[in-house]
T-cell receptor, first 117, second 112 residues
Framework: GAGVSQSPSNKVTEKGKDVELRCDPISGHTALYWYRQSLGQGLEFLIY????????KSGLPSDRFSAERTGGSVSTLTIQRTQQEDSAVYLC???????????????FGPGTRLTVL | DQQVKQNSPSLSVQEGRISILNCDYTNSMFDYFLWYKKYPAEGPTFLIS?????DKNEDGRFTVFLNKSAKHLSLHIVPSQPGDSAVYFC???????????FGTGTSLTVIP
C-alpha cells in the first residue's frame, strides 16, 4: 500500500539545536535515499541505504549530519547543532532493489521542511 | 559542480500547445535519464525515463528525447493541459554508482 511517508512535515528549530527527521519507505523496498532541496537548488543527494547499511555517504555535507536505518525499513536523518544553512526541504525516496538506475524507480515522500532560525 | 543543468527556471505554455523542457548534462558516463514532476508540498513523482541505448521514449502525451553527442535531453508534452503545471526535474545516473543527479527544475505553467 502506502507510499513513502516522512515526519514531521514541518520543523522549525533554533540554531544549535539537534533535529531528527524520519522516513518510512514503501514496504519491501530495500533501497532508501535522502536528498535535500535548498531554495532555488536542485535535489542534492545526501546518503543511500541498501538494507541497513549505507554504502554511499558521500553527500553528507558535514559530520553534523548522520543517518541510520533499522530493520531494513525506517530511517532517521539527524542533524546536530543545526545551522541556518541547513534550512531546506529534506526528501526521502525508496526503490525496490537499489540498482540505482535502469528501471529502478525512486518513489519520493512529501518531504520535511526544516527552518533553522 | 552541477552535473545536470536545467537552464530555464520557468516556462509558460498555452493549453493544447506543446511544452518542451530542456536538460543538459556534463558527465559522459551517465547512461540513464529520468524526468520527475513535482507539485507543491508533494515529493517528486516519476514521469518517464530513457536509457542511453535509445534516443526516444514515448508514453502517452510525454516523450523524452536524448541527444548523447550534445549531452542534451528534452521532455515534450503534447498537448499540454493545465494539470501539467508543476516543477519538472531531470535526473541522470551512471552504472558506476547509485546516485541520481538532479537538475534545479523548471516550473511549467499551462495557461487555460
Amino acid at each position: 500500500g502506502a507510499g513513502v511517508s516522512q515526519s514531521p512535515s514541518n520543523k522549525v528549530t533554533e540554531k544549535g539545536k539537534d533535529v531528527e527527521l524520519r522516513c518510512d519507505p514503501i514496504s519491501g523496498h530495500t533501497a532508501l535515499y535522502w536528498y535535500r532541496q535548498s531554495l532555488g537548488q536542485g535535489l542534492e543527494f545526501l546518503i543511500y541505504f541498501q538494507g541497513n547499511s549505507a554504502p554511499d555517504k558521500s553527500g553528507l555535507p558535514s559530520d553534523r549530519f548522520s543517518a541510520e536505518r533499522t530493520g531494513g525499513s525506517v530511517s532517521t536523518l539527524t542533524i546536530q547543532r543545526t545551522q541556518q544553512e541547513d534550512s531546506a526541504v529534506y526528501l526521502c525516496a525508496s526503490s525496490q532493489d537499489g540498482t540505482g538506475h535502469q528501471g529502478d524507480t525512486q518513489y519520493f515522500g512529501p518531504g520535511t521542511r526544516l527552518t533553522v532560525l | 559542480d552541477q552535473q545536470v543543468k536545467q537552464n530555464s527556471p520557468s516556462l509558460s505554455v498555452q493549453e493544447g500547445r506543446i511544452s518542451i523542457l530542456n536538460c543538459d548534462y556534463t558527465n559522459s558516463m551517465f547512461d540513464y535519464f529520468l524526468w520527475y514532476k513535482k507539485y507543491p508540498a508533494e515529493g517528486p513523482t516519476f514521469l518517464i525515463s530513457i536509457s542511453s541505448i535509445k534516443d526516444k521514449n514515448e508514453d502517452g502525451r510525454f516523450t523524452v528525447f536524448l541527444n548523447k553527442s550534445a549531452k542534451h535531453l528534452s521532455l515534450h508534452i503534447v498537448p499540454s493541459q493545465p494539470g501539467d503545471s508543476a516543477v519538472y526535474f531531470c535526473a541522470a545516473s551512471s552504472n558506476t554508482g547509485n546516485q541520481f543527479y538532479f537538475g534545479t527544475g523548471t516550473s511549467l505553467t499551462v495557461i487555460p
